[in-house]
């Protein structure tokens, strides 16, 4: 049985990637609050990852950080600590991580790492300032530590489009906004977590074993297509 770590799999696309993983592999999540689900191959240890004491772990065969922000404001509004913030949370963290358990990564059976961007770094958003740039930084880690793992440890990134989510709750407040949102996209919907949830099982198993080094949009058509 496999040992996938999840960093952030009390919520969201995290949360929806442990349940779908729980059944056939041992799952360890770290994150500040439990996940609302209880299961033999389920251990949980609340911490904050940025500054909190990172179990110790004998083996791990994958990683999935997934902790994210979404701090929308316009560029004269954005604090030097917003920017700091956001790039704590999504990179600081995910670099972290893989340092503590690299040893036991590369013991791993057919081991990868999974990291999460935004479609915002491609596509050129307005008031993503700082979450575009936390997010490039999310993609030239993935870029960087395909290279340096190569050949045995694998690292690839998904990049979402808006994600039906709790952090994604401020925007999507109303059904006019989320019917506007909706029909931006060609393929006329966003994400549910578990469409991010489904690749990321995907990239985490032997499946994908020839894959490294990829930003992965999931995007519904919105960056690449204009009809």
Do not use: W
């Amino acid at each position: 049985m496999r040992h996938i770590l999840i960093i952030g799999g009390s919520k969201g696309i995290g949360k929806a990637t442990l349940d779908l993983l729980i059944e056939n592999n041992k799952v360890t999540n770290l994150s500040r609050t439990a996940p609302d689900v209880t299961h033999p191959n389920l251990t949980h240890h609340s911490v904050d990852v940025l500054d909190g004491e990172l179990p110790v772990l004998e083996t791990i065969d994958g990683i999935m950080y997934c902790p994210g922000s979404i701090n929308l404001k316009p560029m004269n509004r954005l604090s030097i600590e917003d920017f700091k913030t956001d790039f704590d949370i999504n990179v600081i963290g995910a670099v972290r991580t893989i340092q503590h358990y690299l040893p036991q990564l590369k013991q791993g059976v057919s081991p990868s790492v999974v990291l999460f961007s935004t479609v915002a770094v491609k596509l050129g958003m307005p008031f993503h300032a700082s979450i575009a740039v936390s997010k490039a930084g999310v993609e030239g880690l993935t870029k960087t530590l395909s290279a340096e793992f190569a050949p045995h440890i694998r690292v690839n990134a998904i990049a979402p489009t808006v994600t039906q989510t709790d952090l994604a709750a401020g925007i999507l407040r109303n059904e006019r906004i989320i019917e506007s949102i909706n029909e931006r996209h060609p393929l006329k919907h966003f994400l549910s977590p578990e469409d991010a949830a489904h690749l990321a099982v995907y990239l985490l198993g032997e499946q994908s074993r020839s894959m490294t080094g990829q930003v992965i949009q999931l995007d519904s058509g919105i960056v690449s297509v204009k009809l």
